[in-house]
């Protein structure tokens, strides 16, 4: 249990100058600074421009249901690293507005959007409020507590009907489309009028100069997507072009949303862990660190040594396995039709059957539990991590090094393309290999090193370009480094001992607080928000997901560019739908 | 010099495509053994479905109910409806049915009807994990793909069950390490 936080003298200052607009979050289990809407960003604009904290991480809120309250939640970061800030707004469910902060932080700009489309809150000054991941018109708010879903069964698992009373009985006959959603007897689909696509539009083409010096091109919108093969899934850029130049271009999400994090509160705390493997699926081990790290830190429960460096192990391998992987499938978005990413491929494979044999799946591997690790490795599977790293990895990354590198194809595709200055990286909050290929060396391993990166000796690459080419060299340079921390990962490992702490028990209770974890995943910085209220099941869930957050950044990388290039740009963030939709 | 960079690409292509014809033709027996493994020379992939590869004895798909065959022919299942896997499944996609006496309408450990929807069903291992008396286990057999959905996916316990030899084929290690703390703990009690 996370107890009263104890003030750093910063921040003493910091609430001595804004009384009594300001003050600690005093309830038990929580921390952070209480801020009053009116006064969030003159406090906010103190801590960028006077305290550095320059990076924001994740905005997200909370319902207080059945208090009249919303908390939004605000996590700041210094890119030279360090302890973050957390800053709280609380507003009223009856009219809920808070104060936009995208103009100090245009990383808010997805994040506020998603509030509104989740919980309701307006957000006042913000450019462009529509919905992120739901469609125009769709009623309600689905993270409000109050708000049920049509195939409702019961506020939190386990349900009851399943045990000790259970009646099988199979989804479709829940179906929506038969009676467990009622229409009025005079309602005819054809007279809803949904705004379809018009408010995209024009958000699209609001803010664009009419371009009268120039030759006369007509403007024309394209959509690519959601089905197409570059877009890596089901995903639309809408881009608004004059000629072949791209002049606004904005994603429009939401094709694969399931609400991952209703489902989150619905479930128990350990139920969320295989759910978490669904986010990211290229790099599911990451996912289960990061939420394992954050329900422990309100546990008290820290791994044993061998559970800490068999966490670590895992990490490092989903990054190689994604890593290579994203750089064949830049090379597809380039038209390299499939060979250098199949042959990229190979390396992944050879990871996929370790986490086969240890976790029990390829991809979906279940594999942390609160307190450490599910089980042991075997000798066996061991050798072949070694052989792994040893041997064959630093040979078959070099053959991709010579292959790719140097390629005039890739060269003049990839140079000068899609380029984010450090400055608009660090404010659209980008992370990971987009934020360091841009020129800012911050690597949560290193910046707010968690479990034991600590121990390790490894450089945190980074590029000055900010192109597309060096996001490619940063996600190389980053599996050597991989490759370096896993041979002193399997030099230290202990050869014996538990793996996991504390007793097996398939109901956790964890005690109420409030706790945010975060992990560098091979797409950036991956929070976890959790709200416990002393239950089994959490009250608030929340992803801070990379892949959906690099996407503020896809206009300012695209605009002034090739459409062409808008897919191998898009190629170079590397997103993964699964975590971008949730 | 411009071009160089392709014609290395082309090399690299043209090898690959050699490697793979000669391991495949002439390579015979030992380039097939390594296939799919951290020694594979040319061809890497395994021609499913005429050849497949062995999966791990931790692999999991599905789980089953374990049981043993009494003296008298009748299934002995091994679960007592207690209700762990119904309550820890993520999807709870898995009901059970106590049995009850018939003359006193007291509930008996045993279940009477244990059902699992896979299609629901994430494989995840939660049930088999936490089950305290080793009655419900992760299967091997992935190749369950059919052309009708619905009621045809909800598993019933007939369906479910399958013999404690079965399990110990598919899953030696585990098993042996079960016996034996079943072993210690029958000594000890």
């Known amino acids: 249990m996370s107890e009263l936080t104890v003030l750093h003298p910063e921040y003493e200052a910091l609430l001595q100058r804004f009384a009594p607009n300001v003050e600690p979050d005093t309830r038990p289990g929580f921390s952070g600074i209480v801020v009053l809407p009116a006064s969030l960003i003159e406090v906010v604009t103190y801590l960028k421009e006077q305290m550095g904290f320059d990076y924001l991480s994740s905005v997200t809120a909370v319902d207080q249901y059945p208090d009249d309250q919303f908390d939004v939640i605000y996590h700041l970061y210094k890119t030279i690293g360090g302890e973050g800030l957390e800053l709280k707004v609380f507003t009223t469910r009856e009219n809920p507005v808070v104060p936009s902060v995208t103009q100090l932080y245009p990383g808010a700009d997805f994040q506020e959007r998603e509030i509104w489309d989740m919980f309701g809150i307006r957000f006042s000054g913000h450019y462009d409020l529509r919905r992120l991941l739901l469609w125009e018109g769709f009623s309600g708010f689905p993270l409000r507590k109050d708000w049920h879903e049509p195939l409702f069964e019961e506020e939190v698992k386990p349900y009851k009907s399943r045990w000790p009373e259970g009646r099988a009985f199979h989804k479709e006959q829940t179906n929506p489309f038969h009676d467990n959603v009622q229409y009025p007897k005079e309602f005819d689909p054809e007279s809803v009028s949904t705004d379809a696509d018009e408010s995209l539009y024009k958000a699209l083409t609001a803010n664009l100069a009419n371009d009268e010096d120039g030759l006369h091109t007509d403007r024309m919108v394209v959509n690519i997507g959601p089905q197409h093969p570059s877009t890596h899934g089901v995903f639309r850029m809408s881009a608004v072009l004059e000629g072949e130049t791209v002049v606004a271009l904005k994603p429009v999400l939401g094709y694969m949303h399931r609400n991952h994090e209703k489902i989150g509160e619905r479930n128990t705390f350990l139920q969320n862990m295989p759910f978490t493997d669904r986010l990211d699926y290229l790099s599911s081990m990451s996912n289960n660190f990061g939420y394992a790290i954050t329900v422990e830190k309100l546990l008290g429960l820290p791994p044993p040594e061998r559970g800490e460096f068999l966490r670590v192990m895992m990490a490092e391998l989903t990054r190689i396995a994604s890593h290579t992987m994203s750089i064949g499938f830049l090379l597809n978005d380039l038209g390299a039709f499939f060979t250098p990413s199949l042959y990229a491929l190979e390396e992944r494979e050879l990871i996929l059957d370790i986490f086969e044999s240890v976790a029990g799946s390829r991809m979906m591997c279940n594999y942390f539990r609160f307190g450490g690790v599910v089980r042991d490795i075997s000798a066996a599977d061991f050798a072949k991590v070694k052989y792994l790293v040893e041997e064959r990895l630093p040979r078959k990354i070099d053959d991709l090094d010579r292959y790719l590198t140097d390629n005039e194809i890739v060269r003049s595709r990839c140079e000068g393309v899609g380029v984010l200055t450090a400055e608009e990286a660090i404010a659209c909050s980008a992370a990971g290999p987009i934020l360091r290929a841009s020129g800012v060396p911050y690597d949560i391993r290193r910046a707010d090193p968690y479990s034991i990166y600590d121990r390790f000796e490894f450089d945190v690459c980074y590029r000055n370009h900010g192109d597309v080419y060096d996001r490619y060299l940063v996600r190389l340079d980053e599996i050597r480094q991989s490759i370096r921390i896993l041979k002193q990962v399997i030099e230290q490992i202990p050869p014996e001992g538990p793996v996991m702490n504390g007793k097996v028990q398939y109901l956790v209770k964890v005690p109420p607080g409030e706790s945010y974890g975060r992990v560098e995943g091979p797409r950036g910085e991956l929070g976890f928000y959790v709200v416990s209220d002393g239950k089994v099941n959490p009250k608030r869930y929340h992803v801070r997901a990379p892949s959906l957050i690099n996407l503020t950044g896809l206009e300012k990388m695209c605009v002034g560019g090739k459409i062409a290039d808008a897919v191998t740009i898009l190629g170079s963030v590397d997103i993964v739908l699964g975590e971008v939709d949730r | ?189």
């Open chain 2, 1 to 189: 010099m411009n071009g160089t960079g392709i014609i290395k690409g082309l090399a690299v292509t043209i090898r690959h495509f050699f490697s793979t014809y000669f391991a495949d033709q002439f390579g015979l027996g030992r380039a097939k053994a390594k296939r799919g493994t951290m020694m594979a020379e040319g061809l890497f992939t395994v021609q499913y479905p005429e050849e497949s590869v062995t999966v791990p004895e931790e692999f999991r798909v599905i789980p089953f109910l374990v049981y043993t065959i009494e003296e008298d022919g009748q299934k002995k299942y091994r679960c007592t409806a207690c209700g762990i896997c119904a309550k820890v499944c993520p999807t709870q996609c898995i009901w059970i049915t106590r049995m009850k006496n018939e003359e006193t309408g007291k509930p008996v450990p045993e279940s009477a009807e244990f059902y699992i929807d896979i299609d629901k069903c994430m494989n995840c291992g939660s049930c088999a994990e936490f089950c305290p008396f080793d009655a419900i286990k992760m299967d091997h057999d992935f190749r369950i793909a059919s052309y009708t959905s619905g009621d045809s996916h909800i598993y019933n316990k007939e369906r479910l069950g399958k013999p404690l030899e079965y399990y110990a084929k598919i899953r030696p290690t585990n098993y042996a390490q079960e016996e034996a703390q079943r072993a210690a703990k029958a000594q000890a009690g």
